[in-house]
């Protein structure tokens, strides 16, 4: 994993209110280059809210966030640039082509030409969408949506990727693909800010782990770091939250992570 001292993400005491409620409560988060930083938690615990805020989607009601030292709030062109974002839901424009959106997309990033024309087939067949191409997105399935909806995220050849849920509405092999993709991606010292519900995917992918309740990092660290704490903990993801957290709230937390996954829908 390459390293670089200046974070390619950090998060400085970030909330975010709606009305009287505060989704996400002084958040303090730092991500490295060459990572892939897994952020857990149960529903309502923030993750989605916080995942948005780093897209450039909502903003904070308080605090910064800073994408490769650039200020989201105050620079928002440059910080953007860096970023490559995969919902978990994938809404598209269904009177275009799957060729046609990856251009559109591009376009968007002020980019075109022959390069991205071979960047965009490049990954079309990596997700076996090459045959649909030139079909319109409204004769995609669910699971075709969403990798081409991946595939337009690394378009532009962003630093930092953010993923909100990415395997659902996977099958198998397009799953093992994605994970693949996303190791390789870090590899090359590219970041990757993950969200998940599904700890197999965050212990099986991660460098790094936090989890999160009521809007605040309730764990955090590497697996070996949180073995450590744990000392006589298991060494497994859960039994190892349970250990180092403590308590019946975080019992609660990783009961409800550990919850069936939502039914992927076939490719």
Known sequence: MQTDPT????????????????????????????????????????KTTTIRMVAGILQPTEGRILVGGDDLHRSPERAKQRVGYIPDRPYLYEKLSGGEFLRFVSGLWGREGDEVEAQADRLLELFSLTPWKDELVESYSHGMRQKLLISSA??????????????????????????DLLRAFADEGGTVFLSTHTLEVAEALCDRIAILQGGNVIAQGTM???????????????????????????????????????????A
Do not use: Q
């Not at 909330?15 to 892939?36: H, P």
């Open 7 to 46: 974070p390619m993400l950090r998060l400085e005491s970030v909330r975010k209110r709606y009305g009287s409620f505060t989704a996400v409560d002084g958040l303090d988060l730092e991500v490295r280059a060459g990572e892939i930083f897994g952020f857990l938690g149960p529903n309502g615990a923030g």
């Open 154 to 179: 690394f378009l532009h050849h962003p630093s930092l990727v953010v993923v909100d849920e990415p395997m659902v509405g996977l099958d198998p092999r397009s799953a093992r693909i994605l994970k």
């Open 224 to 266: 070996d770091e949180l073995r450590a704490e744990a000392s006589d903990g298991g060494d497994h993801l859960e039994d190892i939250f349970l250990k180092v957290t403590g308590g019946d709230a975080v019992a609660d937390v990783v009961a409800a992570l550990h919850s069936p996954e939502r039914e992927a829908v076939p």
